[in-house]
T-cell receptor, first 115, second 114 residues
Framework: AQKVTQAQTEISVVEKEDVTLDCVYETRDTTYYLFWYKQPPSGELVFLIRRNSFDEQNEISGRYSWNFQKSTSSFNFTITASQVVDSAVYFCALSGSYNTDKLIFGTGTRLQVFP | DGGITQSPKYLFRKEGQNVTLSCEQNLNHDAMYWYRQDPGQGLRLIYYSQIVNDFQKGDIAEGYSVSREKKESFPLTVTSAQKNPTAFYLC?????????????FGDGTRLSIL
C-alpha cells in the first residue's frame, strides 16, 4: 500500500524564520514520484515540485528547497526567510509506477506566517 | 490564459437532489480528475478519466457519477445517494505524454447541504 504522512498539522512562525515541513512516504514501488503542492486561502492547489525516485539531489528554487532521502523515505520542504504570503496549506503527494495517474496525498500542513 | 475553470464556486444542495459541478480545461490535457477535500484531510480521488469517453472510479466513487464526452469537460454529479456531500471539490487535469505528470488544479467548488 502507498501512504503519505505529514505529521505536522499546523506550524506557526514569525516572518523571516526558516521553516521545514516534513513528509514521510511508504511505497513498494521502485519507481515513484513525489510532489509538493501549495493551497493558499483561495483554494486552488499550486504545483511546486516533482521529484522521481532515482534523483536524490536536493533542489533549491529561490527561498524554497527540498531534501529527498530514500534511506528515511522522506521528502522534506524548507522555506527560508518565510514571508506572510507563504501562509497556506502544503500537501505532499506520491504517485507510483503501477497506476501513474493516481496521486496519494498527505493530510497537509497548515503554515501560518505572522508579521 | 490556459487553465481549469470550475463552476459554481459555491453550491447548495437540498435533500434528495442531484447537483452537477462543472469542470472545463483549455490546457489540452488528456487526463482529468475529481477530488474531494474535507477539513483536516488530504484530497481523496473520486473519479478520473485518462481519455474521452472513458473514466475510472477512484477511492470514494460511491454516490457520484461523471461523464467525459469532450476532452475539455469532466462534469461531476453528486447524487442523492451521497449522504454526506458537504465538502470542497477540486478538479484537476494533466498531460499524459509521459508518466507521473503533475496535476493542475481549478479553484474548487464548495458544496453545502441546505
Amino acid at each position: 500500500a502507498q501512504k503519505v504522512t505529514q505529521a505536522q498539522t499546523e506550524i506557526s512562525v514569525v516572518e523571516k524564520e526558516d521553516v521545514t515541513l516534513d513528509c514521510v512516504y511508504e511505497t513498494r514501488d521502485t519507481t515513484y514520484y513525489l510532489f509538493w503542492y501549495k493551497q493558499p486561502p483561495s483554494g486552488e492547489l499550486v504545483f511546486l515540485i516533482r521529484r522521481n525516485s532515482f534523483d536524490e539531489q536536493n533542489e533549491i528554487s529561490g527561498r524554497y528547497s527540498w531534501n529527498f532521502q530514500k534511506s528515511t523515505s522522506s521528502f522534506n520542504f524548507t522555506i527560508t526567510a518565510s514571508q506572510v504570503v507563504d501562509s497556506a496549506v502544503y500537501f505532499c503527494a506520491l504517485s507510483g509506477s503501477y497506476n501513474t495517474d493516481k496521486l496519494i496525498f498527505g493530510t497537509g500542513t497548515r503554515l501560518q506566517v505572522f508579521p | 490564459d490556459g487553465g481549469i475553470t470550475q463552476s459554481p464556486k459555491y453550491l447548495f444542495r437540498k435533500e434528495g437532489q442531484n447537483v452537477t459541478l462543472s469542470c472545463e480545461q483549455n490546457l489540452n490535457h488528456d487526463a482529468m480528475y475529481w477530488y474531494r477535500q474535507d477539513p483536516g484531510q488530504g484530497l481523496r480521488l473520486i473519479y478520473y478519466s485518462q481519455i474521452v469517453n472513458d473514466f475510472q472510479k477512484g477511492d470514494i466513487a460511491e454516490g457520484y457519477s461523471v461523464s467525459r464526452e469532450k476532452k475539455e469537460s469532466f462534469p461531476l454529479t453528486v447524487t442523492s445517494a451521497q449522504k454526506n456531500p458537504t465538502a470542497f471539490y477540486l478538479c484537476a487535469s494533466s498531460r499524459r505524454e509521459s508518466l507521473n505528470q503533475p496535476q493542475h488544479f481549478g479553484d474548487g467548488t464548495r458544496l453545502s447541504i441546505l
